[in-house]
């Protein structure tokens, strides 16, 4: 079992972490439209590689034995989760910009902030109540500025289905990430996922192709950048930051997203959408100046292990 200890990382070190975590995430979307490759093969490959890093930290941590009894239909439940989320997300971006899509998989933080209301009758601090207010009011001025068209609608639903597998997925690792750490918890949902997605693609088509090395490089880059810096850095996060704060910081990979379409893409932005971008921003400064960490919660010793 992991040690645990009293005291929690210092506010810069959760202020950077969020920082890297969002540069780093923005580049999901781009790299993802440069690779001629179904969602499915996509979201497998970036997973499978990035199990291929982490398994020597797994094995060298020992990390079967922070497990307790159930932890196994957790870890399944948030692989299965994190599948649809990349499988959904992804199949949206081939329908509708970069821009839209992203916007619409990242109101992630209402479900996550509306079932801390609802459900645990939580009080939302007011830092992440005015951040969120910002974020959202950015997030519908996109929308509003990109309209709604018929054809398009199919890659809203889907993204927007991708939002709501994000905040179970967020919602199911806060709880386990309390005695598991980064690695272990990272490793076993990637491998899972991973193993989900490529069954289901090797069914359908009976390949996980095309792999030329120009596809390759492209799959390396999404398992180093957006989802060791990305996503395992918010795994990271988890165990000392709650959800909604984590969740509601991912809103800032819309305006990375959005710019580097614009440079990369050349999908170029309404000015309502860079407005929308300006505020979603100011929503996520509001984040990270302000971090809110989960009160009466157990902090443990958690150091990424290099992952």
């Not at 990035?50 to 990390?63: E, L």
């Not at 933080?109 to 459900?119: E, L, S, T």
């Not at 890659?155 to 199911?172: D, E, K, R, S, W």
């Not at 957006?226 to 910081?249: E, Q």
Request: positive net charge.
């Amino acid at each position: 079992m992991t040690t645990c200890r009293s005291s929690t990382p210092a506010p810069w070190a959760l202020q950077g972490a969020l920082l890297i975590g969002v540069l780093s995430v923005s580049s999901a979307a781009i790299l993802i439209k440069l690779t001629p490759a179904p969602p499915a093969a996509v979201a497998f490959w970036r997973l499978a590689l990035t199990v291929i890093i982490t398994v020597p930290w797994f094995v060298a941590r020992r990390g079967w034995t922070e497990l307790q009894v159930g932890d196994g239909w957790g870890l399944f439940f948030s692989g299965v989760l994190l599948a649809l989320h990349f499988f959904t997300w992804i199949w949206s971006l081939s329908l509708i910009p970069v821009a839209v899509s992203t916007a619409l998989v990242s109101t992630h933080p209402i479900m996550v902030a509306m079932y801390h209301r609802w459900v645990e009758h939580r009080r939302l601090s007011r830092s992440l109540r005015w951040g969120g207010f910002l974020a959202l009011a950015g997030l519908f001025v996109m929308i509003a500025a990109q309209g709604i068209h018929p054809q398009e609608l199919g890659g809203m639903v889907l993204a927007v289905a991708g939002a709501a597998f994000a905040a179970g997925y967020l919602l199911t690792g806060q709880s386990l990430r309390r005695h598991v750490s980064t690695t272990t918890y990272s490793t076993l949902v990637y491998f899972t996922s991973a193993i989900i997605l490529g069954s289901g693609q090797g069914l359908l088509t009976g390949s996980l192709g095309p792999l030329t090395v120009h596809v390759f490089v492209l799959y390396v880059l999404m398992a180093v950048i957006p989802t060791l810096g990305g996503h395992t850095l918010f795994n990271w996060m988890l165990r000392y930051t709650p959800a909604a704060t984590v969740s509601l910081a991912l809103l800032g990979e819309i305006a990375g997203a959005t710019i580097l379409a614009w440079l990369i893409l050349r999908q170029t932005p309404p000015l309502a959408t860079l407005c929308g971008v300006a505020a979603i921003t100011a929503g996520l400064g509001v984040v990270i100046v302000r971090p809110d960490p989960a009160s009466g919660t157990t902090r443990h010793d958690d150091t990424p292990s290099g992952v």
